[in-house]
């Protein structure tokens, strides 16, 4: 027969009287609390009516997960009074009532104070650093990385979940106050305040988000780096044990700081490590898997001196997204050095995501560059054109950076008007599955 049991469950500092009753039912079934290791654990024993108070400590820390000295001189102040403590973690303290005169441990205004300020301790704690990387992220990607990230489903799904997270925590924070408010009217006007069960939302928010996070990555994974895939998901399990391993070793405060550190910097080796191998350390994984005939276009298609050519090498990369599709390839020719085109090929249905892009392409380049007759024969919004060679043409719904070795004639200019006016690349970057990188 089962003479332990552990219990899973989750309570905010708000919630402590509901914790207590919890205790208290669980001793009622014959199942008395006895620590905090790895969850809460419970002895099975005589079913009995055990009155718990559990206080929040103002004094505590988010990383004790034992008691620390200044809780157990706090325990024997509330022993005189007719209290017990039995565990503490965090800045709970979990009390039994070892007197029938045992007094209040703390006066209804003390008690307030400490749960209030300990539910903004534990917000800041949580939320702080997401609200600090999101508004990093987002300015980083708006500003450096744009189009880097924009042609991922899976980046763009992460940024989202990562604005969602921190709205969810400004909201969390508007509830606290209207919460402190409401019950401070209470309490001043004489009426008593139970800190009872909340929203379960609010209590399990982050797992729910951590799971929607991490299969939602793995769906979009999938398509666009599924190679990484099992060492994400190896890397998390590592870090749950981790973690388990430390909620059940229980270290003082400034043990779990050091143990945290260190095994985060070991944890981030390791994924760094495997990460590098599976990207870098399979060579078929280099070959270039785009084929000529998926590329957008080559100098042959619009310019007649390279009809006959023989490529040498090419790079290619494409990548496709909920915001749009990127092609970018180069072609290096056999003969002169000079033999060789680079081209980018940015195509989206959202306006922004090209004004974006284009803003972000010609904003080290002279207004000088800037051709207005180039862009009636390119029939394109805008067209900057540098010393003759190099092309920046801008369309409604997609934008071409083009370098040759020469310029281009009008006849030249229209052909690949045409390949770009009929939508094949389009037609081919739908039909399959293509690899998002591949290098010659």
């Given amino acids: 027969m089962k003479t332990r049991k552990r219990e899973f469950p989750k ?11 919890y205790l208290q039912e669980q001793s009622m079934k014959g199942w008395h609390f006895k620590e905090w290791k790895f969850g809460l654990v419970f002895e099975k024993g005589e079913p009995e009516d055990i009155v ?47 007197k029938l005169d045992a007094v209040p441990i703390v006066t209804e205004e003390e008690r307030f104070d400490n749960v209030y300020h300990a539910e903004w301790k534990s917000w800041l704690n949580l939320s702080g650093a ?31 979940m990562l604005i969602l997270q921190s709205a969810v925590s400004i909201v969390q924070a508007v509830a606290l106050m209207c919460w402190h408010r409401r019950n401070l009217k209470k309490m001043k006007s004489g009426e008593s305040i139970i800190y009872i069960r909340q929203n379960p939302f609010w209590r399990y928010e982050r797992e729910i988000a951590f799971i929607i996070v991490l299969m939602g990555t793995s769906i979009f994974s999938w398509n666009e780096m599924r190679e990484v895939i099992p060492t994400v998901w190896i890397s998390i399990g590592i870090m749950l044990l981790f973690s388990a391993w430390i909620m059940y070793w229980r270290p003082t405060a400034s043990d779990n700081w050091l143990a945290q550190l260190v095994g985060g910097i070991v944890i981030f080796l ?5 990460m590098m191998v599976v990207l870098f350390g399979n060579e078929e994984s280099t070959d270039n898997k ?5 590329l957008p276009f080559e100098m042959g298609d619009f310019c007649e001196a390279y009809e006959e050519a023989e490529i040498q090498r090419y790079y290619a990369e494409h990548s496709s997204s909920i915001l749009g599709t990127v092609w970018k390839w180069n072609l290096t020719y056999y003969g ?20 974006r892009i284009w803003k972000i392409k010609t904003k080290h380049l002279e207004e000088s560059y800037k051709n207005e007759s180039a862009a009636e024969v390119w029939g394109a919004l805008e067209v900057w054109k540098i010393e ?3 092309y920046y043409i801008c369309y409604p719904d997609q934008i071409l950076i083009l370098f040759v070795p020469q310029k281009m004639g009008k006849e030249e200019i229209e052909r690949l008007k045409e390949i770009l006016d009929t939508k094949e690349i389009r037609i081919i970057s739908d039909k399959k599955e293509l690899p998002q990188e591949s290098r010659f």
């Fill in 11 to 21: 309570f905010r500092y708000r919630e402590c009287d509901a914790f207590a009753e």
């Fill in 52 to 98: 718990y108070d559990v206080e929040v400590l103002p004094k505590g820390s988010e990383m004790s997960l034992r008691p620390e000295m200044e809780t157990e001189e706090y325990a024997e102040y509330c022993k005189a009074a007719g209290w017990k403590m039995i565990d503490a973690q965090r800045r709970f303290c979990i009390f039994r009532k070892e």
């Fill in 130 to 160: 997401t609200l600090f990387f999101t508004i990093l992220y987002c300015m980083e990607f708006w500003f450096l990385t744009f189009e880097t990230w924009v042609f991922y489903n899976v980046w763009i799904f992460l940024i989202t």
């Fill in 270 to 274: 390791i994924i760094f490590a495997a």
């Fill in 290 to 294: 785009i084929s000529r005939s998926e």
């Fill in 336 to 355: 002169s050095s000079e033999n060789w085109m680079s081209a980018a090929l940015y195509q989206s249905d959202k306006r922004w995501v090209l004004d």
């Fill in 388 to 390: 003759e060679s190099e």
